[in-house]
């Protein structure tokens, strides 16, 4: 998705292959690869965070309109709560670990090394610019890569941003930035790396796969797709409503594990609908124009195609929207599972949240199970064997027990997609794992001589497998 009449700044081809030289040779040159040197770039990275960081509050305003508290609670300060848990771990992640060998080998030592790949390239989207730029980042960091950094085209300010900050504070020649839009990230990927984490939507995934492909280069697809809700619980109501109304409407609704749609019995569609308005108010009060908490849309192509999506919609409250402002308002609508409309069939990655009616859980389940891998699914049930049932019969990235979104903040479990939603995931330790070779090191000493009884002639060898 990609905007032409957007602001750009952009880096030629030739520059783009010598800045992954670059970054190649200082990998190559074991620079990357000391401990030290990782926590060195861990802590300037940290400064730049700390000291700059209202900078970026800035830039995401400028570009995104979010609020300074909710860019330190969902961007800065995420990268910075993952930066400090893998310093304080680095040393106990990267220790090579001795394994037990197998009792007919023995004598022998194994060990397993993580190894760093090399050069790593991350393409960033557009809705968490700083967060999904820069927590790959510290894992490959960490891991001992150089990084080539691609941030989306469609947050400028943020971008530039980065790419004036960065070589400020981090080696300028291992952690290099590369901004523009699709001829730069075609360039950047003609080029070699050895691992690719892309972050966006499953059209480009299948780019940059098939660019991956040409150098046998592994990838990490963070992608997207329609997140699911199933809400039964009426004793939690408004609670439920607030916890909803938060992760659906936080960043105007442009989050990868934002709820999608809530399906959810007949009988509560309403009392769920008013419930949410309640929320709504509560947080943006009645005009959510006006409060400085609600952001806006990323571009005018995006805003049009929210405001399409609602034509003909049956919606419930909200729909108001500016134009000039990139402005929607936190909007409900009520559908239908079958229904071939926009809000139905695609993400809606907006404010637009459809509550649609099924006759009970099973129904639900069954059509999760018809659709595409969801990244993230939502239960909101008071009953134990519903939450296991989701749980246990579907598939999805991750799930939610009443509540969305903390899943993806947080660095003690993985985040990533199944199926259409991504494959691989990262955060925490499991960043050391994908920005890593996992290398046996197996040493057979001389003494005793155990491994000629395998060798021919096979006459004399034992039966011993
Ligand atoms: P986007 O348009 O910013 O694209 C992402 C990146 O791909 C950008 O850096 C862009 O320059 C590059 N790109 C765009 N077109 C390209 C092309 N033709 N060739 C090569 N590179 C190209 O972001 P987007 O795709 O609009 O992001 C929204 C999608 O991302 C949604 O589907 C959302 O669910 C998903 N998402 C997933 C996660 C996750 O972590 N799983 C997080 C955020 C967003």
Not at 356 to 382: C, E, N, Q, T, W
Request: net charge negative; aromatic share 6%.
């Amino acid at each position: 998705m990609t905007d032409v009449d957007e602001p750009e700044r952009s880096t030629s081809a030739v520059s783009i292959a010598h800045v992954v030289a670059r970054a190649r040779d200082r990998f190559d040159a074991g620079v990357t690869r000391p401990l030290a040197w990782r926590r060195e770039q861990l802590d300037a990275l940290e400064r730049l965070l700390v000291e700059r960081g209202r900078d970026l509050e800035q830039a995401l305003h400028a570009d995104l309109r979010k609020h300074p508290t909710e860019s330190q609670l969902t961007e800065i300060g995420t990268v910075l709560a993952e930066l400090r848990h893998t310093r304080k771990n680095l040393e106990r992640w990267t220790a090579p670990r001795k394994v037990p060998g197998e009792a007919q080998l023995l004598p022998i030592r194994s060990r397993l090394v993580l190894e760093p790949l090399g050069v790593v390239l991350v393409i960033a989207p557009w809705n968490y610019p700083v967060n999904l730029l820069l927590m790959p980042l510290v894992g490959a960091i960490a891991a001992g890569n150089a990084v080539v950094l691609k941030p989306s085209e469609l947050t400028p300010t943020v971008s530039a941003a980065i790419a004036d900050l960065l070589p400020r504070y981090l080696d300028a020649e291992a952690f290099a930035v590369v901004e523009g839009a699709v001829p730069e990230t075609t360039a950047l990927l003609e080029q070699r790396f050895d691992h690719i984490l892309y972050t966006g939507n499953g059209a480009v995934a299948r780019v940059v796969a098939r660019a991956a492909a040409e150098h046998l280069t592994p990838t990490t697809l963070e992608l997207g797709g329609k997140s699911p809700v199933w809400f039964d619980d009426d004793e939690h109501l408004e609670q439920v409503a607030r916890r909803l109304a938060w992760g659906k409407w936080l960043n105007c609704g442009q989050t990868c594990v934002a709820p999608d749609y809530v399906m959810t019995t007949p009988g509560r569609v309403d009392a769920l609908t008013r419930a949410l308005q309640a929320a709504v108010d509560a947080m943006f009060g009645e005009d959510p124009r006006t409060s400085p908490d609600y952001g806006r849309i990323v571009s005018e192509r995006h805003h049009a195609r929210l405001v399409d999506a609602l034509d003909g919609a049956a919606i419930a409250f909200g729909g108001q929207h500016d134009a000039n402002q990139k402005y929607l308002a936190p909007t409900v609508v009520h559908a239908r599972l079958d229904d071939d409309t926009a809000v139905m069939t695609e993400e809606i990655f907006g404010p637009i949240l459809p509550i649609v009616a099924v006759p009970d859980a099973d129904a639900a389940i069954r059509h999760i199970l018809g659709r595409d891998k969801p990244l993230a699914l939502y239960v909101f049930s008071a009953d134990p064997a519903t939450r296991q049932a989701f749980v246990e019969r579907t598939s999805s990235g991750a799930v939610g027990l009443d509540v969305p979104m903390l899943q993806a903040g947080m660095h003690s479990v993985p985040f990533g997609g199944v199926g259409q939603s991504g494959a691989g995931a990262y955060h925490g330790e499991f960043s050391l794992r994908t920005f890593s070779h996992l290398k046996p090191v197996v040493h057979k000493p001389h003494r005793p001589d155990t491994l000629r009884a395998a060798m021919p002639p096979y006459g004399r060898v034992k039966r011993f497998l």
